[in-house]
């Protein structure tokens, strides 16, 4: 049974940091690319950023650009974001998800509130 474990949300006061982390299980997790999504409420799910399954490729939403990094340990079966200067327009659930060709997973998302 896959199952993708996000945890590190909360709430944070605008310009803050925070970790998420996504424990991963039941997967072959090296073979799969990761990728971030959020959801801000009445808004479609969308994608903040990806890693490849070697953690050489990475990919970011431009509203996020050098502010999130994504990485990985596949020895732990973990993928992580980086959260920074957090804005109050970054709240949201954050959701991880896993991909291998036709093959997805998600995970049951972590809330992540911006506010002062």
């Known amino acids: 049974q896959v199952q993708l474990v996000e945890s590190g949300g909360g709430l944070v006061q605008p310009g803050g940091s925070l970790r998420l982390s996504c424990a991963a299980s039941?997967?072959?997790?090296?073979?799969?690319?990761m990728r971030w999504y959020l959801q801000a409420p009445g808004k479609e799910r969308e994608l903040v950023a990806g890693i490849s399954s070697a953690g050489s490729n990475l990919n970011y939403a431009d509203s996020v650009k050098g502010r999130f990094t994504i990485s990985r340990d596949n020895a732990k079966n973990t993928v992580y974001l980086q959260m920074n200067s957090l804005k109050p327009e970054d709240t949201a659930v954050y959701y991880c998800n896993a991909v291998y060709g036709w093959l997805q997973y998600w995970g049951q998302g972590t809330q992540v509130t911006v506010s002062s």
């Open positions: 039941g997967l072959s997790f090296s073979r799969y690319a």
